[in-house]
């Protein structure tokens, strides 16, 4: 039976796995971390590693995987299996053609995508997405990204679609790490949090928040440190989750007034860590905005979890191989 | 040869058009004010009078057309022709199955769709739009109301889609004629515009805007009173178009961040009313909030102006007639 390998290149983390050709049984995983210099080189190298790792798993070398896809924290060209921008990978700064270089260095062939793009067709076909003919994937972590599934099928405009963490909900508001002003991830990415978290603290408000990633030994405020915090009663942490989830809701809202879409799906590192009972008060964040408000539209977590990105990829390896 | 009526139902006025099969040669035309009470009864007396005057103008009993198309401000329910809900029609508090009401009276089956989809049918059709694949028409005028055309076709959700006017661009911010906060339609639409202007002017601010419309022997802020007062360099004016214009850019900008389309069609009272020069003015300000900023997409203003909503009106019946 072929083994196909995926990979979820994110902004901190990589994880890989490598499935049966069936679709969702997983049969090896890996995880690294992603390398914070080096640019793309350091990250091949990274992924490399961590598909071989993968592949140990499993029993095979690398050059026995039927195919091996890529979910990449950016915008891509699938044709040429080149990452044209990725923000949040240090040293990205020029289009890098990725899938060309692993396949060189493991074997297969390597298929590109989004990252958001391809976890959301892993809930869309395996997940919490089943069933649905039109959802949107809203993957709350380091920032916030988006993907559509329009009529059962990934929408992707000309290339660019689902940034829905830079859609405005507040003009003229809190400067973005994009550099923009007022976009949502500006209140509800993990980065963006960290930064205000940090300037509060250094204007002399108190709060648990660096304390407890300190303990946990991070280096940022992981979601685990924010879920920590918040058990605690820390007043800092439960104010910028509030803000992030008002803007969730704006946000998650306007589009759903633009696309009166089915279902939302919640994941991401925040989303999938605070689960349902967030789901839900994101829901309700959304509700004040909702033009159709006696039809929402349904918002459900995400069921897979870390692995959803890498199982994604392998869904597109498949795709171009077959 | 065929002919098909058409149908603009509008918040302030009522056009028709008879054309003929082929497409968009208009043979007659008429224009009526929409009731401003009575509700379905009075909105239903004054189509039938209007769609009469262009068949009368075309040389023809209405029973002659070969089909009759609406276009109607609010949620349709196409199948059973029923306009479920109008915001801005006085009176229609509940459900009302105008096509059937109107078949009954004038004869042709009727076909029922929403006033914005209808016109952007006829731009992506007849228009500015001819050619995408993917647009995004926005209506600037009483309210502010949008349309989509996706992979060549009429996207409309679970049927509610299009609601641009209510995607949120400042949390917390404006009343919406809609009861919401923070709409785009706050900032922008003619209505809101001019409770706005009212409250300023009030408060001692000085304007000619009320001026210029009791010399028009006008009873709203219409389009060309707004263009008037910009004219004559009217601060107030100035201020709240502006206001409006940067509304636009960030709801916009949201929306092709969301789906990354290739044209946004500028049209409406107000949309049409001041042109291009404007709609330059709108792509500058979408400029620093879109996500890709090397590949805005383009923007150009409605063709077929006032026509428009009634010839998509015939384009819906010409389809639901074949």
């Given at each position: 039976?072929?083994?196909?390998?995926?990979?979820?290149?994110?902004?901190?983390?990589?994880?890989?796995v490598v499935v049966d050709g069936d679709g969702a049984k997983v049969v090896g995983k890996a995880r690294a971390?992603?390398?914070?210099?080096?640019?793309?080189?350091?990250?091949?190298?990274a992924i490399e590693q961590a598909v071989r790792a993968a592949a140990a798993q499993a029993g095979?070398?690398?050059?026995?995987?039927?195919?091996?896809?890529?979910?990449?924290?950016?915008?891509?060209d699938p044709a040429s299996g080149t990452l044209l921008r990725a923000t949040n990978l240090a040293g990205w700064t020029k289009p890098f053609a990725l899938g060309p270089a692993l396949t060189e260095r493991l074997g297969p062939p390597t298929a590109l995508g989004n990252d958001v793009d391809v976890a959301t067709l892993a809930e869309h076909e395996l997940g919490a997405g089943r069933g649905v003919e039109s959802l949107l994937g809203?993957?709350?972590?380091?920032?916030?990204?988006?993907?559509?599934?329009?009529?059962?099928?990934?929408?992707?405009?000309?290339?660019?679609?689902g940034?829905?963490?830079?859609?405005?909900?507040?003009?003229?508001?809190?400067r973005c790490p994009c550099g923009r002003r007022g976009c949502l991830e500006a209140y509800a990415g993990r980065r963006a949090m960290e930064l205000k978290a940090l300037r509060e603290v250094e204007r002399g408000r108190e709060s648990t928040l660096f304390e407890i990633m300190r303990e946990r030994g991070r280096e940022?405020?992981?979601?685990?440190?924010?879920?920590?915090?918040l058990e605690e009663g820390d007043g800092l942490a439960r104010h910028l989750i509030d803000r992030a989830v008002r803007a969730l809701g704006a946000g998650i809202a306007s589009a759903i007034n633009l696309l009166d879409l089915e279902l939302v799906l919640i994941g991401g590192g925040l989303g999938t860590r605070f689960g349902r009972p967030m789901a839900a008060r994101i829901a309700e964040a959304m509700s004040p905005h909702l033009f159709?408000?006696?039809?929402?539209?349904?918002?459900?977590?995400?069921?897979?979890?870390?692995?959803?990105?890498?199982?994604?990829?392998?869904?597109?390896?498949?795709r171009a191989v077959h």
């Open positions: 039976m072929s083994l196909y390998g995926g990979v979820d290149l994110g902004g901190t983390k990589i994880q890989t971390a992603t390398p914070s210099a080096g640019g793309p080189p350091a990250v091949v190298e095979i070398d690398t050059r026995e995987l039927a195919g091996l896809g890529v979910g990449a924290p950016g915008e891509v809203v993957f709350w972590g380091t920032g916030v990204g988006g993907a559509l599934i329009l009529d059962g099928r990934l929408w992707r405009g000309r290339g660019g679609a940034e829905i963490g830079h859609m405005v909900v507040r003009l003229g508001g809190a940022t405020l992981a979601s685990s440190v924010w879920a920590r915090a159709n408000d006696g039809r929402p539209p349904e918002v459900r977590v995400a069921e897979l979890g870390d692995l959803g990105g890498s199982i994604g990829a392998t869904l597109i390896s498949r």
